[in-house]
């Protein structure tokens, strides 16, 4: 397992605690990951971090899957 993807298992583990509805988390880059799940569960973690980090970008286009960009 690579450095990114260790970055990514943890960041799952560590939200999946928090909300049930996380179903993955990927590295886009070394600072950006983002956080696949149901919208609801989004816009629950959105709300919660929002605050919290440079940038977060909920992206939800139609027959695409729904994610959050997040750059701590």
């Avoid at 070394?30 to 605050?51: G, H, R, V």
Wanted: proline residues 1%; aromatic residues 12%; contains cysteine.
């Amino acid at each position: 397992m690579d450095e990114n993807e260790e970055k990514a298992c943890k960041i799952y583990q560590d939200l999946k605690k928090d909300y049930d509805g996380v179903e993955k988390v990927l590295m886009e880059k070394k600072d950006t990951f983002c956080i696949y799940a149901d919208d609801d569960t989004l816009w629950k973690i959105f709300e919660d971090i929002e605050k919290g980090v440079k940038s977060i970008e909920f992206n939800a286009g139609a027959n695409e899957a729904h994610y959050l960009r997040v750059i701590p």
